[in-house]
């Protein structure tokens, strides 16, 4: 099997017990995924199968979206819902209030990971320090939140729903922990569902239960997405036969006899029947077509 399935990742799940289900209705054992999500959240979760999995590496665009759901006045030690409370204040901030400090966190951010996270410090995860009550310092690490929009907020129950558009890497959790604390209340976030990775949406999700029934039904594979749809944006060259051939046998083409844009950076290879084959660059300086990956020889 190659391509790759959305799931919809349902809330208590872990990501690997996902991938581990998939795993088995797929009855593959390459198997790979953009992104981990918390056992509280729910949302996209691509997999990818086969030759798709040397995908997850290049992705082109991997920022991801999420709907989190958050309340003022409270903080845990997961700084989520699932974890202990540390802290309970009265909170009566404002919708300006909020507005105003929402802003301050939009563009390139410097977020501490939360000790409750799969960082490794000295081989070990953080999540597995943070179980024995240990706390270490963690390097604080620059991520790029690009939309941060204030969806709902109630003032008499300091509870908030917000949309966010950043970068791979960034930890909704702490967003929330920060805005919070740059409030002078504390937050905790509630809900949280991711709704966008790089190109998948959640239009392209199955939930567990429709993956199964169309395992059931022996559909599966029908309803894998072709991995070029990771490469959406990136310029396309289409070669002839002779130069497909030349292609998947690792050769330099001549960019003379290439029909292409003159565009930086990778472009997404297709052979004369339309097939994707792989990813290559151009090398202006020698005029030649580089790949970069392969993906159908």
Known sequence: MNGIICVNKPKDWTSFDVVAKVRGMARTKKVGHAGTLDPMATGVLPLFFGNATKACDVMPNDDKGYIATFKLGMTTNTLDITGDIETQKESNITLDELKNVLSEF????EQVPPMFSAIQVNGRRLYDIARTGEVVERKARKVIIKKLKLVD?????????????????TYIRSLSSDIGERLGVGATLTDLQRHIVGNFTLDDCYTLEELQKFTDEGILEQKALPVEKVFEQLPKIKLNPVQSNKFRNGVKLDLNRVFHKNVEGNHKVFDQDNNFIGLARLDLEKMQLVIEKMFNR
Do not use: H, P, R, Y
């Not at 939009?106 to 951010?109: D, K, L, M, N, R």
């Not at 509870?159 to 558009?165: A, F, H």
């Open 153 to 169: 907020f109630n003032e008499d129950t300091q509870t908030g729903v917000i949309e966010v558009l950043c970068s791979k890497g």
């Open 106 to 109: 939009v563009g390139e951010i």
